[in-house]
T-cell receptor
Framework: NAGVMQNPRHLVRRRGQEARLRCSPM?????VYWYRQLPEEGLKFMVY????????ESGMPKERFSAEFPKEGPSILRIQQVVRGDSAAYFC???????????????FGPGTRLTVT | RKEVEQDPGPFNVPEGATVAFNCTYS??????FFWYRQDCRKEPKLLMS???SGNEDGRFTAQLNRASQYISLLIRDSKLSDSATYLC????????????FGRGTQLTVWP
């Protein structure tokens, strides 16, 4: 199955630690997106990346959060010095190459549930 | 004003019923419209894409009214397996990749 893969599925961190979330897009997809879903809330866009390029990071908090999608390997969402408010489900999605509207259909991975204690 | 607004429900319907969900969006420049379903504690799954005035896929029909900035999803002959949260999703206009999600409409189909 060449679906979107995320790991770890569950991550527990103490306040002040770093969290690293990984995402491998579907085979043939070159666009990656990260979303966050807080308990009882809708999904919120964080960042849109292509290989080695950040296209739109307007949804990322200004501090402590960063994302990358290197030439080789998965996309990484990094949260430094985590706080309790970072506890959420983080979903990664991927889409094919851009161009036609249909190319922007996004397919989601199973998510990483981050718990900050 | 939120980018995407949906009636949160819940909708509780018997098997075989027809149910309709409505959604409005605020950005008139939006070009792509989707319905996703999300089961409890799972990832959203793409149900339908809506690029013209509407389309049909089996028991599911989606309609788009750009003038009113309104999207709907109709489910006919509901099945128990249709129980889920249905998310109305709209792209951000200037950045095609950015999606805005409604908070979802919860559907429960009972036997």
């Amino acid at each position: 199955n060449a679906g979107v893969m995320q790991n770890p599925r569950h991550l527990v961190r103490r306040r002040g630690q770093e969290a690293r979330l990984r995402c491998s897009p579907m085979k043939g997809h070159s666009h990656v997106y990260w979303y966050r879903q807080l308990p009882e809330e809708g999904l919120k866009f964080m960042v849109y990346l292509q290989k080695e390029n950040i296209i739109d990071e307007s949804g990322m908090p200004k501090e402590r959060f960063s994302a990358e999608f290197p030439k080789e390997g998965p996309s990484i969402l990094r949260i430094q010095q985590v706080v309790r408010g970072d506890s959420a489900a983080y979903f990664c999605a991927s889409s094919p190459k851009g161009g036609q509207l249909k190319s922007y259909e996004q397919y989601f991975g199973p998510g990483t549930r981050l718990t900050v204690t | 004003r939120k980018e995407v607004e949906q009636d949160p429900g819940p909708f509780n319907v018997p098997e075989g019923a027809t149910v309709a969900f409505n959604c409005t969006y605020s950005n008139s420049a939006s070009q792509s419209f989707f319905w996703y379903r999300q089961d409890c504690r799972k990832e959203p799954k793409l149900l339908m894409s809506v690029y013209s005035s509407g389309n049909e896929d089996g028991r599911f029909t989606a309609q788009l009214n750009r003038a009113s900035q309104y999207i709907s999803l109709l489910i006919r002959d509901s099945k128990l397996s249709d129980s889920a949260t249905y998310l109305c999703v709209v792209n951000g206009g200037s950045t095609l990749g950015r999606l805005y999600f409604g908070r979802g409409t919860q559907l429960t189909v009972w036997p």
